[in-house]
C-alpha cells in the first residue's frame, strides 16, 4: 500500500504536469487567437481528444480562455486583464526610453516587447516618421527563433530555458539559434536580418525588468537603410541598455 508521502509526491507530479500542458494551450491559443479549434490544440499538444477536452474546458470555466460559436479559441478576459495592466504599466516605465531610442535613431520604428510564454508580446511602439517604414500592431506575438527581440529575449534566459524553447525547433534552426544565442550573450544585442519579414532588418536588445519580466526593445527598418544605420541602431540600443529603467 503507498504511503502517504508517496501519494503526496504522486499528487504534485500530476498537479504540476496540468499546469504545464495547461501553460502550453494558453501559448498556442495566445500565438494564434481565435484560429485554433480542439482538435487543433489536441494535436500540437500531443493529448488525446478527451484529455485536451478536460484541459479546455476547464480554462474556459476559471476566465483563462474563451471559445467562440465556431469552437475556435482565444484567451479569456480574466487573463487578458493580468497582461494588459502588466503590459500598460511597464510600457509607462519604458516610453521615455524608447523615445530617445527613435530620436537617436533619425525617427525609426522603435518596439518595446515582453516575452510571454514562446513569444514576443508588443506592448508599446515608436512609429517611423519615414514613408518607408517598418510597423507592427501593438498587441501582436511574434515568434522568438527569427526576431531580433526573440533572439535578445532568449539570450536573458539562463541556458535550461533558453534549451527548453530552442529543443521544440528544427534541428538545423536550433543549431544555428544556439551560436546565435551564444553569440548574443557575449555582444548584448540580437540581429534579425530579413527572417521574419523579407525586406525587414531589426537589431534588438533584452533584459531582466520590474518584475523579473524580460523586457526587449527592437529597432527594425527597411534593410536598405537598416544597413545603413546599423552602428547608429546599435549605439541607440547599448545607451538604452545602460538607462536605470531596468532596475528590478
Known sequence: ??????????????????????????????????????????????????????????????????????????????LLGFGNSDGAHIAAIFRPTIERVARAT?????????????????????????????????????????TANGKAALATLDHADAEAVISRCDPDVGDRLRAEVSEIRCTGVAFDRDEHTPGISAAAIARRAVG????????????????????????????AAESPVWAR
Not at 502517504?4 to 502550453?24: K, W, Y
Not at 526587449?216 to 545603413?228: D, H, K, N
Open 1 to 78: 500500500m503507498p504511503s502517504s508521502g508517496e501519494n503526496l509526491s504522486t499528487g504534485r507530479d500530476e498537479g504540476i504536469q496540468v499546469l504545464r500542458r495547461a501553460a502550453a494551450a494558453l501559448d498556442e491559443i495566445a500565438a494564434e487567437p481565435g484560429r485554433l479549434r480542439l482538435v487543433d490544440l489536441g494535436e500540437r499538444l500531443g493529448l488525446a481528444k478527451s484529455t485536451a477536452r478536460r484541459l479546455l474546458v476547464g480554462l474556459v470555466e476559471v476566465g483563462l480562455a474563451s471559445v467562440d460559436p465556431q469552437g475556435r479559441f482565444s484567451l479569456g478576459d480574466r
Open 106 to 146: 533619425d525617427g525609426e520604428t522603435v518596439d518595446l516587447s515582453i516575452l510571454r510564454g514562446q513569444r514576443m508580446w508588443f506592448v508599446d511602439q515608436i512609429e517611423s516618421s519615414h514613408r518607408l517604414r517598418a510597423v507592427s500592431a501593438v498587441g501582436v506575438r511574434f515568434p522568438l527563433d527569427s
Open 212 to 239: 523579473d519580466n524580460v523586457v526587449a526593445i527592437s529597432v527594425p527598418a527597411p534593410t536598405e537603410r537598416f544597413l545603413e544605420k546599423e552602428q547608429r541602431i546599435v549605439a541607440a540600443l547599448r545607451a
